[in-house]
DNA sequence: ACAACTGCTTGCAAAATGCATACGGAAAGG
DNA sequence: CCTTTCCGTATGCATTTTGCAAGCAGTTGT
């Protein structure tokens, strides 16, 4: 059942877990856009992903141990997907993987603002993010700084200027 | 031709374009182990990639401008591949997926041990590297430091070891 | 002269992706 | 209630991508 792997190499194995077109974007939207249910990804994906390639996913990611799943106890039939902590550190690769973007790629303006602000926040607020993801997701406490309302407000103001 | 782009996001169009199982494998191996021609890079891949693959992954790449083409003054036969500036400036990005790749999966104790030093090393090492590859690369000044030694020196060490 | 090597292509099978539609059950609105 | 909408998937099927083996015309080393 397990495909075999290519070579013991870290970037390597890293691509074979995440190597795809839709699996970092997944996390980042769980991340990002803290969507916790199947419906809030599939209807708000930027990019249009297909119903059974993000059922399939999410599967592979809960397998993987990158995300997890339990019950929504406010609507018997919702999953909860929340992010473990594998993903959680993934916040410095995604982090890098914007601030590449946006400089190589025709990302837009208003999408680039919170990869600039990611950037120059450099490693002190990943680790704020991070720990407010563990807050989310883990039930942490929760820290003083919140980086996902930082990032929220200068996106809403990007689209309003 | 061209296939539409699905989002103006940094992270989506990062992943439109390297985001596949083999190209930041081909780049990896330009960069770390100094492949500069197609054989090379066919014949010492660690995970086996496949011809027509391969020769695909280096016309997208060209196409892309991260990698360049010059003939080979010393074999009329030969293409030489080069790294262009925005696949330097993948540095801190495949310095982020080895680190995760080290913690997360099951690599190998003597192909994370770059890895390890590269994440060790931080920001100022992955400045160091990629001038060294701009100098090996893009016809840049030798820098004083090599990280390319220190790396391969440490692999080496870590094989006998 | 000849074998080995150069970058790359071709044919073809297998796997992944994309898209529309369907599903049984649960929740929400009237 | 009763109907509509929403829930997380599954299915069928066409298209695209991948993987493997073999081949090719020209160049190089012996």
């Known amino acids: 059942m397990d495909k075999p792997i290519r070579s013991g ?19 980042r939207d769980i991340m990002f856009g803290n969507r916790r249910h199947y419906r809030d990804l599939l209807n708000n ?7 059974n390639i993000l059922a399939d996913r999410l599967r ?4 993987a141990g990158l995300l997890s799943t339990s019950p929504d106890p406010a609507h018997k ?6 992010l473990a902590e ?16 946006r400089r190589f790629t025709p990302a837009t303006r208003e999408l680039s603002i919170r990869a600039q602000l990611l950037e120059e926040g450099g490693p002190q607020m990943w680790a704020a993010f991070m720990a407010e993801l563990r807050s989310l997701h883990l039930g942490a406490e929760a820290p003083d700084r919140s980086v996902i309302r930082e990032l929220t407000d200068a996106y809403l103001a990007a689209l309003s200027g």
């Open 9 to 27: 190499c870290p970037i390597n194995l890293t691509l074979e877990t995440l190597g795809d077109r839709w699996s970092l974007i997944v996390i």
């Open 45 to 51: 994906s930027e990019e249009g992903i297909a119903s």
């Open 60 to 63: 592979k990611l809960v397998e």
């Open 77 to 82: 039939q919702k999953t909860v997907y929340s």
């Open 86 to 101: 594998p993903a959680i550190q993934l916040v410095p690769l995604l982090a890098q993987m914007g601030a590449w973007g």
